[in-house]
């Protein structure tokens, strides 16, 4: 009992080092010395030493093999302006139009730089506001009438201002240092009073090789695992609850994954977040980081399985390319 004791002193009082003084100094290192610029030695350093402490063992940065060190590679050192608009949640609705259609977007009711220009008044009962710069922006409005609006401004305020590159872990999330802060207001899309299932679906040139499927992610957040045959996987995500039984998949599974496809091609990879309600798809997100790098794998070789589907393109001298034109 004493060792536990001690074993979990030691760990907290690390985690809190990690926190509050070792990624701060990161976060301002890639801020203001390396800015738009590759990862130099010193942040690869950085980056290893997290890397090590969240994965349990050193990268290999420049030669990666597993499916995490080539996410914190392409992190590092891709400086490919196509990361940004994929990742600018208003961006990237025009690019999907153009490859699946405008039917699976969600519709958006608003779009706007300014809290105060947020036509409240006029939205339905039900709506979703995000930011479109980060992750984790998101104001879900079940009930108009119970909504704080002076609080829904402030909050908003608080996200524009961030800059979701710099400001969260180690600041080497480069494709969302240079996207322009703006506010989005979407339709609820309702599933029984709640938001939908999200699919998460992993693509590997163009491919898709697995898919992730997430339950309550914004209150008891589990997630099952499946191939691409639709079978459930044992593998999973260190630090999510893993979902015991494996729900029924909805009937346009493999059109899903038809669309993922489209959305997916020209890139070696990327995760394509979909959803699916009552019998129509919608779009979610496109995601070229997945966890920030930082999602352990059960078991640890499914990461290196994982990274061996991924041909990495950043490190073949064939440069990853523009897929916008």
Not at 186 to 196: A, I, T
Not at 282 to 300: H, I, R
């Amino acid at each position: 009992m004493l060792h536990e004791t001690r074993d979990r002193l030691a760990m907290s009082w690390t985690s809190a080092v990690a926190r509050n003084t070792y990624m701060p100094l990161c976060r301002a290192y890639s801020r203001w010395i390396v800015r738009n610029q590759p990862a130099d030695f010193a942040l690869q350093f950085f980056t290893s030493v997290h890397f090590w402490r969240v994965h349990g063992y050193w990268p290999q940065f420049k030669s990666p093999r597993s499916f995490e060190e080539k996410v914190n590679a392409r992190m590092l050192f891709d400086r490919d302006p196509k990361w940004t608009v994929m990742s600018d949640k208003l961006l990237a609705r025009d690019y999907v139009a153009d490859r699946a259609g405008t039917d699976i977007l969600i519709p958006l009711l608003w779009s706007g730089k300014n809290p105060q220009d947020i036509p409240f008044e006029g939205l339905p009962d039900r709506f979703v506001i995000k930011a479109n710069h980060g992750c984790g922006y998101n104001l879900i409005v079940k009930n108009k009438a119970e909504l704080d609006i002076g609080n829904a401004r402030s909050q908003l305020r608080r996200w524009l201002g961030q800059n979701f590159c710099h400001d969260y872990v180690l600041g080497t999330a480069w494709a969302y240092r240079n996207i322009h802060p703006a506010i989005m207001v979407e339709s609820f899309l309702d599933d029984h009073g709640n938001v939908p299932l999200d699919y998460k679906f992993f693509c590997f040139g163009g491919k898709v090789e697995m898919f992730k499927l997430d339950f309550d992610r914004f209150t008891e957040h589990s997630v099952v695992f499946y191939d691409r045959g639709c079978h459930p996987i044992q593998v999973h995500e260190k630090g999510l609850k893993r979902k015991c039984e494996s729900p029924g998949l909805p009937a346009n599974i493999h059109e899903m994954i038809d669309v993922a496809e489209r959305l997916a091609n020209g890139f070696d990879f990327i995760r394509v977040d979909l959803y699916s309600l009552h019998g129509c798809i919608y779009f979610g997100e496109l995601t070229c980081y997945p966890s920030g790098g930082a999602g352990p794998w059960e078991p640890v070789s499914y990461d290196f399985n994982l990274g061996a589907k991924w041909r990495l393109s950043l490190f073949e001298g064939v440069g990853s390319g523009s897929v916008l034109a």
